[in-house]
């Protein structure tokens, strides 16, 4: 099967426009960033991202642990330190007011205290495309 790279591959400069979109004056703004940042580290897909529990990352190893990821394996991965600062920040300071009610540990939460489904990820997404 014949396996081509995507034919579009964003510049440096590209990425760092679309990661700067988000507008970190606001809650829903950090959280975004974090969001795409994480997505721009770790290489991780979509599905991968919206299942990361709170303790999935491990700031003293530079890792993220996906659960059932590509081939439902569990993996490893190394996230950068510009990533877990974002997140860090997204954890301390935006994920409390986020979470409502029942808190069943999701990372990242909409704004109704819910996890992300696909297709809402996918909007948020196309929405910071330059």
Known sequence: MDKR???HVLTMKEAEAVLAMPDIATSTGIRDRAMMVVLYSTG???LELIGLQVFD???ERGTVMIHLGKGRKDRMVPIGERA???VEKYRDDVR???A???DEGTLFLT???EAFSPNRLTQLVRCAQP
């Open 57 to 59: 990352i491990d700031v």
């Open 100 to 102: 409502t009610g029942l």
């Open 5 to 7: 790279l995507p034919r």
């Open 84 to 86: 877990i600062a974002w």
């Open 111 to 113: 704004n109704l205290g």
């Open 44 to 46: 991780m897909r979509r």
């Open 96 to 98: 409390p007011e986020l």
